[in-house]
């Protein structure tokens, strides 16, 4: 789908003017927006498994632009306009079992706990934006590694990763964090990174692997990381 328009489509709730099941399509340079005073609740719908190209794209008057229910898409070089959420938006029931590369493009919303599993490995690159609890959910949303999985944050200087609280005027505690459990992966990377809001901004429990940690900012964190001294380690 190249150069498309979709416009005035009275799509129901639960529905998407683009739904992608499954296969690698790519949706470029085309113009998702909805008209007669009703917003349609996906622009494009991403499920079982799909791993489109979705590039360059401009979404206006809808709820949710683009919403992942599973798969890994390639994204970049999208605009969102006049939405409900100007961004994309992981399903509740997400997961990461197999590898995920999140890049840098609209912001990124979570709404339930993503566990990184089955030794999965989920890559966010340099400039990527992750807001968590866009429903208020206070503490409930937010990253667990597990069972062999490894989280791979890869920022740069002046494009750092930042994972933050989908609120205008959040409080510490407004999403859960970063947790690692025993059982995690190894090489995870945690570096050039910005965390606020969290209740606890990077937390690894007894047991786990060694992570790379380098060059973190945390700000506004009900506890930074947990042991507190993570970052002598």
Do not use: C, H
């Amino acid at each position: 789908v190249n150069n498309a328009t979709f416009d005035n489509i009275n799509t129901k709730p639960g529905s998407a003017m683009l739904e992608i099941n499954g296969g690698n399509p790519q949706i470029n340079n085309s113009i998702f927006q909805n008209t007669n005073g009703n917003k349609s609740y996906y622009g494009i719908n991403i499920l079982n498994g799909a791993n489109p190209i979705i590039s360059g794209n401009s979404f206006s008057n809808t709820n949710y632009p683009i919403y992942i229910t599973t798969g890994d898409p390639v994204l970049s070089g999208n605009t969102a306009n006049d939405n409900l959420y100007n961004g994309i938006f992981f399903d509740a029931g997400y997961e990461v079992s197999d590898d995920v590369v999140l890049e840098k493009d609209l912001p990124y919303y979570v709404d339930s706990i993503i566990e990184i599993k089955n030794n999965a490995i989920l890559t966010i690159n340099a400039g990527a934006e992750i807001r968590f609890n866009p429903f208020g959910a206070i503490g409930q949303d937010g990253l667990e590694i597990k069972d062999g999985g490894v989280l791979q944050t890869i920022g740069e200087e002046g494009e750092e990763i930042k994972f933050t609280a989908a609120a205008l005027s959040p409080l510490a505690g407004y999403w859960k964090g970063l947790y690692f459990l025993g059982d995690a992966g190894e090489n995870s990377i945690i570096n050039n990174v910005l965390i606020e809001y969290a209740n606890i901004g990077i937390k690894v429990a007894d047991g786990a692997p060694e992570i790379e940690l380098d060059n973190i900012i945390f700000n506004e964190n009900n506890t930074d990381t947990n042991p507190a001294d993570l970052l002598e380690l």
